[in-house]
């Protein structure tokens, strides 16, 4: 009995978040409302600003691994850089961008 009503509490959450889900997904696909923003930040992020922010947080995660005798700062700057480089893209798969 416990079981059962353990599915039943877990079951109601996620058909939820599935109805939810698909109607963010319809308004998304229609919405144009943000177009600009969101083309003038990709270009931004994918083009020579985002080279940079990626070389940066890469020199400075090496000094400071260099200064602290650790390679967890040289670790999350290469991490800043790859999300800096592939973060558009990622997203763009995730929510199913297509302008």
């Known amino acids: 009995m416990k079981t059962l ?3 039943k509490k877990s079951i109601a959450p996620l058909a ?8 963010a997904m319809a308004t998304a696909a229609t919405d144009t409302t943000f177009n600009a923003i969101y083309t003038q930040l990709t270009a931004w ?3 020579s ?5 990626a070389i ?3 020199l400075i995660g090496m000094a400071a691994g260099i200064m602290r ?3 967890m700062a040289v670790v ?3 991490a800043f850089a790859l999300i800096f480089a592939y973060g558009p893209t990622i997203i763009d798969n ?3 961008f297509a302008l």
């Not at 939820?16 to 109607?23: D, F, H, R, T």
């Not at 600003?49 to 922010?53: H, Q, T, Y």
């Open 94 to 96: 995730i929510f199913g």
């Open 56 to 58: 940066a947080a890469f």
């Open 5 to 7: 009503n353990l599915v």
């Open 45 to 47: 992020s994918e083009g």
């Open 16 to 23: 939820l978040v599935a109805v939810a889900s698909s109607a």
């Open 49 to 53: 600003l985002g080279k940079v922010l």
């Open 76 to 78: 999350l700057g290469l």
């Open 69 to 71: 005798q650790s390679a």
